[in-house]
């Protein structure tokens, strides 16, 4: 049995459709409102529960009612919440979600996964003795990010760190990371001076970077791999990146190699945008085997 633990945010979406997206000082009619979870840490736990079992959530949620909902809604996901926090004075977790023409652009406001205070526990310290993979993102502050890389370094964990939303990130913190996933416009940031293949190619097989409709670019230490994301019209993007992340994530602890874990990543994420919502098209295993694109060599029981 592996043991996926994800630290990160957990939060509300809160979704308007529109055609037209308002300038500052102008009100437009949108087409529809949803709310739904998300979160990039909650998105990832529920993208390997759907595939894998054993998925740990870490993080912090307030005592609001949507607090709970995000609880519940984990849980009936499969994903032990034990060590998820209920923190006073602060709301939970928040995103405003516009999305306009199958494209979107997010507002995050972290509430009380800002409130998360790291590895303080003898609890959390156990989870993570448990580990097999540790997965982390950037909605939650740099320093508990940095105490949980330092400690799995210290620890013989490896982890997969997600720079989502990006933020600048030191040479030195890279090297400590099992693998490292930036999108393109995280790349930019993090790597100013450097191309996607250059960057690939400084950190082989530790630097997957996501390129939307293109796929994933990686190095194997002989050559540049580009594996490419099947074609599929997508409904809505959000969260494509998390479901690759954690389905990547499932697959890397079944043992899978990087390529296959890669194109299996690739694989949940297309089918995911099919659907709304960053959760609502995360595929189950069921859902991953019915498709065309599934490869039997994978061999997920
Ligand atoms: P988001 O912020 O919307 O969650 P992201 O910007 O972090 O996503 P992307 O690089 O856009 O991440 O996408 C992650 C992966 O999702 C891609 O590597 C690819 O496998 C898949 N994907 C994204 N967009 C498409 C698309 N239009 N068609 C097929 N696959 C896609
Ligand atoms: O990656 C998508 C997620 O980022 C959304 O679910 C939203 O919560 C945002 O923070």
New binding site residues.
Partial sequence: MSNIVVIGSISTDFVVTTEISPKLGETVEGLNFERSFGGKGANQAVAAARISNNVSMVGAVGMDSFGQELLDNLTSNCIDVSNVERVTGFPSGSAVITLNKND?AIIYVAGANNQFQGITSDKILNLLAQADLVVLQNEMPQEQIEQVIDYCLDNDKPVLYNP?PARVASKELIDKVTYFTP??SEFKIIFPNLTVSEGVKKYPNKLLV????K??LYHDGQREVMVP????K?ID????????NGAFAAAIVKGMSIEDSVKF??LA??LS?QKFGAQGGMPTMEEMKGSAWYEEKWDFE
């Fill in positions: 979107n989502a999108n393109e996501t390129l939307g409709s796929g994933v994301a099947y074609r599929v997508p993007t959000t969260g494509a990146g998390d479901t690759f990543g690739n994420a297309s945008i």
